[in-house]
């Protein structure tokens, strides 16, 4: 079958999509979107988190027909995404990586290049920045699904109690880290979003 | 080649922005936040086909036949492999004793062992065709435990052994078995004024990594193979995948892709062998994914254990001595059992000091799913026992069990079971005051945000199950002892390249070394270490692959200390050469090229007051210099096979925890509200990444203290659990709070003093919850995981 569907702001058009695809599998293999990750496709452990017509799902769980004519964003597009939503609702979050001092704070903890590209920071949305920043990646393969969860946690909830995000960050495993470096990526993210306010 | 590591002593300074000692950030973060890193399982190539694995359904059966024909017929598959195919006569892999079947051959020894191989253009079509394969078995009795293993008509699960276990183990179905005799324990036993024994459960972990096993092997022209893998260890696999393939090991390139974690669950081979197979067979690239359900069955996991342990002491509290016997279940193939079983019986004492000892560690051959090397490596199931004993012994003396701990507590000079002394810092008394001088956090915690109680803060948090009725809380402690590196006589070396260039006018140094980076952070600390040796702020990781020499395992706690160790010994024979040139060229100009000590800072040639003598770009220009270099920590020695003794271990590590919990006592569930740790790292090469390793250190001995159990099915041998739904990892609603003490007390014998931190906060958190478990309930609770029925018993 053929699957019509935006995926970071871009239509796309999936061919020979067998039925039982599910959209991370789409994602993965047939659109070079490996971002998505593929940790346990029984909808356990969120590291495939998408957002759907704005809303967290496991991209595992979801058939690739289920998103016909619907709007999906991955990490991929999550930078733009969060810089898009700072233009539509100026205020509601450091979402253009211009964040003052705060960034200014990063780069002085920045590592010199080191086997990459040297890349403007303004490039990551602040989630993405603030999970660099706190250590919070180790072998990064849950990141993607918590940076979508938790983008989406700092957008209806901008200042949330660590209880919040334990809350909102229940559905997505991570077996690095003991989860306290991601606490304090998620509240760095929210401290510099309200500086900037 | 070959050079032995002497201490060497940090002349270079560390000037260098980005050297060791800063929290500087992942050189791979950006990309692993945007998406782009690119994982084992995110490899694509085109017009690459999908590899499948077909698995025993049974634990043990004869093979009687197998019939491919109809999923060869099946549209879409370009090859079914089965044992017939392999192209060699090497036909068996294995860590140290080759006894696993690339494909099962005649026999199938556990649930999930790998029979069949599909190559398919879709990996539903692969699976399908798969299920199309028809096994005929003949089931066998199955091996479970000590008692069946060695019954005398016991079926043998491996016949005809010939490995170098074979001739001193008491029975075929012991892999391996290391007594460790010391003084006199029975005559030391009529001196105590207490003895306490107890037998203790420990349960099967999994590491639960969270990249599946996956890869791509692309075949080449030349007839070889390019092997893009997530490993622990790309040279050992590599000797165990070419004998196989029938090619020489220079015709396996293989390459790290990323690595979604390991814990110990990479170390063995998964997927690469069949990968490879199916891409000679097939000519074409193939990729190969487990999921997680498969990925239960593709790695091996720690071994469950039964342990007896008894302790004495005198009514002052001095421990008069220790009998204990570890029993460990390896499964159908022997994996890292041999080594294991040596971690468990060296280590077995714990971190105190007791002269008089009787020991005896075995690992067993079973048709249960195969163990082998998880975080803490045979240390965590004796540490979970021994901290037991530790409480109990202070329970029956009515002395705190901290101070009957520190009072008993090794230090540095303490003579060990084995005959080895530690030789190094050994502040075991002062982590467990550190532990317990910190404030503990308020009661009723989730009474303070006003009369609403959230439950979020209770045992069974959202469920709402308790507003604190019948909630209790408890403190426990516990201390353990690790070995750093390879032990007993291994030549446990590392290779560094190290390459210093002039590019674009600046001084850039490339870092290649065979090291896996599964997530701990070596790539950061490597180019830390570059920084400070050569005084250059642009450092290149180059990707780890088989085209430098081997770097050894990811394993151990071992890396920073070895590959690390590599990196600034390549990087001293770099700053010489550099120094060597620039005498040639500059040293008539200036005598303190021939009289000062001289440093390499901020791309530089400085005197060690400062002055500057040259540009490393006017040293190098067109030159440069490129050096491969091999390193090795001191040598250790084998533990002898009847008393245990022999200076076996390169290092010890040390951590303590203190656990607070809260437990729904009608419920039995368990809340842990914080899990203090403080451990000696030596030296914090990256403190942001040393507290990370402690953190998720602590929630994976969390995990196995009130949640995570494979279950196996003592009937068939069948494992229950084989998904995320089933077998838990805690959440970051089950992790508590994890503030980190860290000391740095250098050991002088390590590359900067550092210590290797991975393992040990690993041991002592499952203790600590168990023994605030016990607090809370008054339950004796010799098993572990904890789960609601131990504490309700119902």
């Known amino acids: 079958m053929r699957v019509n569907f935006t995926v970071n702001g871009r239509q796309q058009e999936a061919d020979d999509v067998w039925e039982g695809e599910s959209l991370l599998y789409v994602l993965r293999e047939r659109m070079g979107l490996p971002g998505s990750k593929n940790a346990c496709e029984q909808g356990e452990c969120g590291s495939c988190t998408v957002r759907l017509d704005g809303v967290p799902v496991c991209s595992c769980l979801v058939a690739a027909g289920q998103v016909e004519g619907r709007e999906v964003v991955t990490v991929e597009g999550l930078a733009d995404f969060a810089a898009h939503r700072s233009e539509a609702h100026p205020g509601s979050g450091c979402a253009s990586g211009a964040c003052g001092t705060t960034l200014d704070q990063a780069r002085r903890w920045e590592a010199g290049p080191s086997g990459e590209q040297p890349r403007d920071t303004g490039e990551l949305s602040p989630i993405q920045q603030a999970f660099i920043d706190a250590g919070a990646v180790q072998c990064g393969f849950c990141t993607p699904g918590l940076l979508v969860a938790a983008d989406e946690l700092l957008e209806r909830n901008p200042e949330p109690s660590d209880a919040d995000i334990r809350e909102a960050l229940s559905g997505n495993l991570c077996r690095c880290t003991g989860y306290e470096k991601i606490l304090d990526a998620v509240r760095l993210a929210a401290a510099r979003a309200e500086e900037t306010v | ?794």
């Open chain 2, 1 to 794: 080649m070959g050079v032995t590591g002497s201490p060497t002593n940090i002349h270079q300074g560390t000037r260098t922005r980005g050297g060791i000692g800063e929290s500087t950030l992942r050189p791979d973060g950006i990309l692993k936040v945007t998406g782009e890193f690119a994982y084992s399982s995110d490899m694509w190539h085109e017009d690459m086909l999908w590899g499948h694995t077909l698995r025993s359904t049974v634990a043990h059966a004869e093979i009687v036949s197998i019939d491919t024909s109809e999923a060869l017929a099946t549209p879409g598959v370009h090859a079914v492999l089965t044992y017939d195919d392999l192209p060699t006569s090497v036909k068996n892999y294995g860590l140290e004793i080759q006894d696993t079947p690339v494909l099962a051959h005649g026999k199938a020894r556990h649930h999930g062992e790998p029979v069949a191989l599909v190559a398919a253009d879709h990996p539903e079509t692969a699976r399908r065709a798969a299920a199309k394969i028809r096994i005929d078995y003949r089931e066998l009795p199955v091996i479970t435990d000590e008692a069946s293993a060695t019954a005398p008509d016991a079926i043998l699960v491996h016949e005809g052994r010939s490995d170098h276990h074979a001739g001193h183990v008491p029975h075929p179905n012991i892999v391996h078995r290391q007594p460790i005799v010391r003084g006199d324990a029975d005559a030391a036993a009529a001196r105590a004024d207490v003895i306490v024994s107890g037998e203790y459960v420990f349960g099967m972990q999994d590491q639960a990594f969270l990249g599946p096993e996956s890869g791509l092997a692309v075949p080449a022209e030349d007839g070889g193979v390019d092997l893009y893998v997530a490993t622990q260890w790309l040279h050992s696999d590599l000797r165990q995948i070419a004998p196989v393939l029938g090619l020489p090991e220079d015709k396996v390139r293989m390459t790290l892709s990323g690595v979604g974690g390991a814990f110990g669950g990479r170390e063995d081979l998964s997927m690469q062998i069949h990968a490879c197979l199916l891409a000679l067979r097939t000519g074409k690239p193939v990729k190969i994914v487990y999921n997680r359900f498969e990925s239960f069955f593709g790695h091996v996991h720690r071994h469950p254990a039964k342990l007896w342990y008894e302790h004495g002491a005198t009514r002052d509290g001095k421990l008069t001595h220790m009998k204990c016997r570890i029993v460990l279940d390896g499964g159908a193939y022997a994996s890292a059992s041999p080594a294991v079983v040596g971690n468990a019986s060296s280590l077995s004492v714990g971190p105190y000091v007791i002269d008089d000892v009787d020991i005896e560690a075995i690992a067993l051959y079973t048709n249960n799913p195969p163990c082998g090397a998880m975080r803490g490596f045979g240390a965590v199931q004796a540490c979970f026992a021994y901290e037991a004993q530790m409480d109990k012994l202070a329970a029956e003396l009515g002395m705190d069990p901290v101070e009957f701990r520190q009072l008993n507590a090794m230090e540095q000079g303490t003579l060990l079971p084995t005959g080895q002394v530690v030789d190094s810092p050994a502040p075991v008394a002062e982590l467990l005051r550190r532990v317990k001088a910190r404030p503990l956090p308020p009661e009723r915690q989730w009474e303070v945000a006003g009369e609403q109680a959230d439950v979020r803060a209770l045992p069974g948090g959202l469920s709402n199950t308790t507003h604190g009725e019948g909630v209790v809380r408890g403190i426990g402690y516990a201390v353990g002892l690790k070995n750093v590196g390879f032990s007993e006589g291994f030549d446990d070396y590392s290779t560094a390249r190290v390459r210093m260039e002039i590019v674009g006018g600046e001084p850039v140094v490339t870092v290649h070394t065979a090291m896996a980076e599964v997530g701990q952070g070596g790539v950061t600390v490597h180019a830390q270490i570059a920084r400070t040796e050569l005084g250059v702020a642009q450092v290149t990781i180059h990707p780890a692959d088989t085209q430098v020499g081997s770097a050894g395992s990811t394993s151990a706690s071992r890396q920073t200390y070895v590959t690390g160790g590599a990196v600034k010994h390549s990087c001293e024979a770099v700053r010489e050469k550099v120094l060597e040139i620039g005498r040639r060229k500059f040293g008539t100009y200036h005598p303190a090229w021939a009289t000062a000590e001289l440093l390499l800072e901020d791309g530089k040639v400085v005197t060690d007051g400062g002055e500057v003598l040259a540009d490393l770009a006017d040293v190098l220009e067109d030159e440069a210099v490129d050096i491969e270099l091999e390193w090795r920590h001191r040598p250790t020695e084998a533990f002898d096979l009847r008393t245990g003794q022999g200076n076996g271990h390169v290092q010890y590590s040390f951590a303590a925890h203190r656990a607070v919990v809260e437990v729904d006592t009608e419920l039995g569930l368990v809340k842990v509200i914080e899990l203090a740790c403080a451990q000696d790292v030596g030296k914090a090469l990256n403190p942001l990444s040393v507290e990370g390793q402690i953190q998720g250190g602590t929630t994976q001995g969390l995990g196995v203290a009130v949640m995570e159990e494979i279950i196996v099915d003592p009937k068939t041998a069948k494992v229950r659990n084989p998904s995320f739904t089933d077998y838990l990892i805690p959440t970051i609603l089950d992790t508590p709070t994890i503030p980190v003490d860290v000391l740095e007390l250098a050991d002088d014998h390590a590359p900067y003093g550092l210590r290797g931190i991975g393992e040990a906060p690993t041991l002592s958190s499952t203790p600590a919850v168990l023994a605030a478990i016990r607090n809370a309930t008054g339950l004796e609770l010799n098993r572990t995981p904890v789960r609601p029925e131990h504490l309700t018993g119902t």
